[in-house]
């Protein structure tokens, strides 16, 4: 792994995250930093599914594989402000 590599990680895990923030409804009690990390573990995940689902890599955006991400990425926020909602009650 290249530092270019960790840094594009974090750059699309940060859009990612950020995204799957804005698309779910309601105040999340989570940091920017668990945000970013949510977004890459979602931006893994929906890439290893969309080669599972032989989903065609393309020049530009893979919009297929996009809403994959952000979906993961709506998914593990909500899981994660659940999570830290309880554990601060």
Do not use: H, N
């Not at 270019?4 to 940091?31: D, E, H, K, V, W």
């Not at 689902?53 to 594989?65: F, K, L, Q, S």
């Not at 809403?67 to 709506?74: F, R, T, Y």
């Amino acid at each position: 792994m290249t530092i270019g590599t960790i840094f594009g990680a974090i750059i699309i895990g940060a859009i990612i995250g950020a995204l799957g923030r804005l698309f779910l409804p309601g105040r999340q009690p989570i940091g920017w930093i668990l945000t970013i990390v949510v977004g890459i573990v979602a931006a893994l995940i929906g890439t290893a599914i969309a080669q599972v689902m032989g989903v065609a890599t393309t020049p530009g955006i893979d919009w297929i594989e996009l809403v994959m991400q952000v979906v993961l990425a709506v998914i593990g926020v909500s899981i994660v402000a659940g999570i830290r909602g309880r554990s601060r009650a």
